[in-house]
Structures are given as C-alpha cells and as structure tokens.
C-alpha cells in the first residue's frame, strides 16, 4: 500500500509505523490507511487491505453499531465507540482485540479511524483467573457440603448421646471457623492474583513506552543543536546584508515580513522547549508507574525513601483524586526505612483512592498528606475533608469484608490488606473520623525492622 497516494500528512507514517497499536483510516469501506501493527494483526498486507471492504475486518456483532456511529450528520459530536471482541486474523487464528473507532477529519476529509488493541494474553490472563476463581468455589463448596455432612453427623450423635454434646458442639464451631477462614483465603488469594496482573501489566505498558520516549527526547535535544547552528548561520547571513544590493534586501525583507521571521526565531525554542518539558513529564510517569508496580516477590527489605513511594502512588491515583480534591504536601525530614517499597505504596494507593471517594459530589475537597519522624519512627498521615465515618462502623473499617461502598463497588478488602502489610512492616495504623467533617489515617513505622529470632547481630 502507497502511504503517500493517501490523503494523511507524510510526516504522520513513520509515527503510526512505529506505534505498537493497529491504526487505519477507511472511508466508506475503503481503507486509506493501515500501519505495520494493523497489518500484521489482521495477517492482510497492506497492498491486500487496500482491496478489502473493512467492514469484512469487523466481527459481526459490532458492525452494525459501528456503521450507525459512522451515519452521523457533520453538525453532530463525534462520538467514539469502543468494543472487545474475538477476531479471525488472514491466517485463521482467533485473537482477542479492544476496538476503538471514531470520526475524524484529515485534510477535509471525512474518515473513521480505527484503533486495534491485541489483548488476547489479558483475555487469557483472565480466562485463567476465572478458572482459578471457579476452581476455589468448587473446593470451597465441597468443603461446606462435607462440613454440613459433618455437622448432621455430629448433630445425630449428640441426639444419640447426651454426655457427648459439649464436645460435638465444640467440634462443630471448630468446623465452623474453618470454613469461613477458607473463604478468607480464597478471597485474598483472588485480590492478590488481580493485583499481581495490574502489576505485571502496568510494568509491560510503562516499558513499552519508556522506548519511544527514549528516542523522541534524544531528537528533541538534537532539534535543539540544530536549530541553534541554523540560527548561526542566518546571523550569519544577516551580517552581510548591507552588503547587497537593495532590490537584494528589499525582496529578503518582504520574504521575511510575510513568514513572521522574528515570531518564528523567538516561538521556535518555545515549542522546543515545552516539547522537552512535555516528554519529560511522560518519563516520569512511566517511571512512577514502574516503580509502583514493581514486584516484591523475593520479599526483599531494603531502605527505601517513603517521600518518593508517595509521589509516585499520588501520581498513578492523580486521576482518580485531581477532579475531586487538591492534593497538599506537609513533609518532614524523615530517614530510610527500612520496608517493603511497593506493598506500602499499595497502603498508600488505598487511602489515596478512599479519601478521593469520601468528597462529596459538588465541591472540591483537600486530601492532606504530611510525614513526620519521633525517635525510631517515623510516622505518615493521610487525612481529607469528605463524609466522615460514623463511630458505629468505625471500629469495624479493618475488618475483612465489610465495606461501607455500594454494592459492586468495593470489596472490603483494601482497608484489611493495608493493615496486615502494616503488621507485616512491625507498624500501626489507626483512623480517626468525624461524620461530615473528614477521616484521618495514621501509620507508625520502625525506621529498622526488628532481627528474627536466631539472626546474628
């Protein structure tokens, strides 16, 4: 397929090329344009593309959705759609895919444009969650159905003797206990196999665009050289221009007025500049985002500075917290602790992400976060403005599974987690709240963990 024979600017190819998403761009059915990615995740070249009618790309399911978005008058708002679906590639070979399709104008020209996103190891990264999942009810069922035939055995030998009914009862709470720690467990086990994916996922998607990062920020710095040799050059050239004749200068002032050269010089290290600020800012939220995922599955200790575990987690919560509330910064001088870096940033993420939720619908909040250090402590507080917890639940908010959210909303688990990983750290957290005024949350933290019985000093 001959990019340039369609009407995209050349400048965009090399770009979508190097996009690791499909992209394409069809009208009426006839696609404009297609990247590498599109092409190899459909197994079409992008010669046999050109042929195609894309609606044959499309599952059935969604293709009648899709052309009614595409029959949209020009006056009306673009309205995006997006779907998940299992797709045939050229070769026969069933991929799942997230479908993203959306009115666009290039150069005057109505088109849609098509995004592929190939989430077939998260489809199968679920499928197989789901199957660990369904294999834990069916313990767990089997379980309670031989507890029940346990208890109906012990209930039969209490009628039968007397004497031995302290006992049985006894047995039978035991049982009890059992099977509602079972259920704990599993619960647990599902939270951490779900955290454990969005750990892993969001650490590929940070590398993936760590790359690219890498090397728009070197050619922004390059851009930059180059701009300031060509700058030297035009003085250059300006130096000599007494020098020459006057319809010379005459027609280089005209050139000059009509492309706004002074505006150009002063505007072109401005866009030079944002665009270097602009990158940046993409590299430090990959790196937030790496950082927040990484993995601690050799639980290694290390001393870790906390400021940046909470600037980072503050950054990945940032769109959960900046339409709510306004995040204040109080941090004290505080030492290395010694820690666990990311299962306390997933403390922090939970507290983050329920003071956010506790604001009100129709006013702007405040989440406060301030650290402190006392002795071989430190200490960190996380307090907002919002709904408050009433006392009659707030002894209860550590508990596992209760939750005060909707239903479908909460699991009951975030809060319970936090304060085994507290434990886990020899620390404390508390929580102090007034209904309609706030919560407060507090962690205590030993700067050293204390040594395991039987380790050398």
Known sequence: MDNQAYPLPSSL?????????????????????????????????PDDLAKLDFWALL?????????????????DEPVPARYEALVQTRQGEARWVELSLSQQAVQDI??????????????????ALRRVHTDLEAQVENRTAELQQAKASLEDDIARREGAELELLKRYAELTELNCLLHETQQQLVQSEKLASIGQLAAGVAHEINNPIGYVSSNIRSLQDYITRLFQ???????????LPDAARARIDKIKHEADFDYLRDDIHELIRESAEGTERVRKIVQDLRDF????????????????????TLNIASNEIKYRADVVREYGAIPLVECLPSQLNQVFMNLFVNAAQSIPDGRRGTLSVRTGHAGEQVWIEVEDDGCGIPSETLD??????????????GTGLGLSLSYGIIQKHHGKITASSTPGSGTLFRITLPVHQPAEPGTPE
């Open 13 to 45: 190819f090399p770009l979508a090329n190097a996009l690791s998403n499909g992209i394409a761009l069809h009208r009426d059915g006839q696609v404009l344009f297609a990247n590498k990615a599109f092409s190899q995740l459909t197994g079409y070249a």
């Open 59 to 75: 599952p059935p399911e969604v293709q009648a959705e899709a052309r009614q978005r595409e029959r949209l008058g020009p006056d």
């Open 110 to 127: 109505a088109t849609t444009l098509c995004i592929l996103v190939d989430i077939t190891d998260r489809k199968r990264a679920e499928e």
């Open 233 to 243: 050059v035009l003085d250059a050239y300006q130096a000599t221009e007494a020098a």
């Open 293 to 312: 995922s990484r993995s601690d599955t050799a639980q290694q200790w290390q001393a870790a500075d906390l400021h940046m575990g909470l600037d980072s």
């Open 396 to 409: 209860r908010i550590f508990d596992p599974f209760f939750t005060t959210k909707p239903v479908g909303k």
